[in-house]
């Protein structure tokens, strides 16, 4: 962004040094990965870390003195308001930036090399989406970014989805979730399933009040809330074997639509992008449907009407 500035007629020159820094930093983080598996590789890697945290600090220094430069140079600008609002709205985020820097090298240091816990408050997950958080999804590798809910029909459509802020835990956005589709398509569904993690016993209550013939849990949770009876019922087993349905249109979703990566930041705008997505995947699923229904039983297309 520093550099970036130079379309508003501010040129910041940057030491030669900081790209060495950088360099160097890319060479230790390698070396840190490459540490993984071998014989006193927590011991090396902790060397490591001192060396990158060293040198984080030094290149801190540097881009705030950069930054200090730069608002010298904008001050006395004869720009219209208009440009001197973006030149700085620009600043300010430059600022932000190097706050958050400053306090993820100190987060590192006292987690790696001082072994302390860092307040939730204080971590610093992502410097382009503060709204995004670390999605940790049993033994799968940790993600930055969003944790979307969704619920399917049985026909194959979206009829809600949600995006929470954070790691929102999955049992507690059962309710949410369904009652955005309940809301969104005004039809009390006759079964609900879900899988293990959503297991919610209230909330399983409160659908099978409102006449909703199956909530289903797939997993040990949802073994310990289902009594035995209907649990081990032909009508749950199709229940907990419609599942899969669900994982298929999250895969489509994914690698169909791109579902999967946004490329908009904060949580409003992640919401915007996801919402176009599955707009565009129910479009696609109108047009199967409907080729489906012009089919005859021994395949032969119909005439459309």
Same mark, same amino acid.
């Given at each position: 962004m520093l550099r970036g500035?130079?379309?508003?007629?501010?040129?910041?020159?940057?030491?030669?040094?900081?790209?060495?820094?950088?360099?160097?930093?890319?060479?230790?983080?390698?070396?840190?990965?490459?540490?993984?598996?071998?014989k006193d590789s927590a011991k090396r890697r902790k060397k490591l870390y001192r060396k990158l945290f060293k040198l984080a600090y030094k290149l801190?220094?540097?881009?705030?003195?950069?930054?200090?430069?730069?608002?010298?140079l904008a001050c006395p600008l004869n720009t219209p308001p208009s440009v001197q609002e973006r030149i700085n709205t620009r600043l300010d985020w430059i600022d932000v930036d190097l706050k958050?820097?400053?306090?993820?090298?100190?987060?590192?240091?006292?987690?790696?090399?001082?072994?302390?816990k860092v307040p939730v408050e204080q971590k610093i997950v992502s410097l382009?989406?503060?709204?995004?958080?670390?999605?940790?999804?049993?033994? #799968?590798?940790?993600? =930055?970014?969003?944790?979307? %809910?969704i619920a399917r029909s049985k026909s194959g459509f979206v009829t809600a989805i949600i995006v929470p802020e954070g790691?929102?835990?999955?049992?507690?956005?059962?309710?949410?979730?369904?009652?955005a589709s309940i809301l969104r398509t005004g039809v009390i569904p006759t079964s609900l399933s879900f899988d293990d993690g959503y297991t919610?016993?209230?909330?399983?209550?409160?659908y099978l009040e409102m006449g909703v013939k199956i909530v289903s849990f797939s997993g040990s949770k949802g073994k310990n809330v289902i009594p035995f009876r209907d649990y081990d019922s032909d009508e749950y087993r199709q229940a907990r074997n419609d599942r899969s349905a669900v994982e298929s249109a999250m895969f489509t979703l994914k690698h169909n639509v791109g579902f999967g990566e946004v490329m908009r930041r904060e949580i409003e705008n992640v919401r915007a992008e996801q919402y176009e997505k599955v707009i565009a995947y129910n479009l696609f #699923?109108?047009?199967? =449907?409907?080729?489906?229904? %012009?089919?005859?039983?021994?395949?032969?297309?119909?005439?459309?009407?």
């Open positions: 500035l130079v379309e508003y007629g501010i040129v910041v020159t940057m030491p030669a040094v900081v790209k060495k820094l950088l360099d160097e930093a890319a060479q230790l983080h390698k070396q840190i990965q490459m540490t993984r598996g071998k801190h220094v540097y881009l705030r003195a950069a930054y200090g430069r730069t608002q010298g958050n820097i400053r306090l993820a090298i100190g987060n590192g240091e006292s987690r790696v090399l001082h072994y302390e382009s989406d503060e709204s995004a958080a670390m999605i940790v999804k049993g033994e #799968r590798e940790p993600v =930055v970014g969003y944790k979307p %809910q790691n929102a835990n999955d049992a507690g956005q059962i309710e949410n979730i369904t009652d919610n016993s209230p909330a399983r209550e409160k #699923r109108i047009i199967a =449907v409907r080729a489906a229904k %012009q089919k005859t039983p021994t395949g032969e297309q119909k005439e459309a009407a």
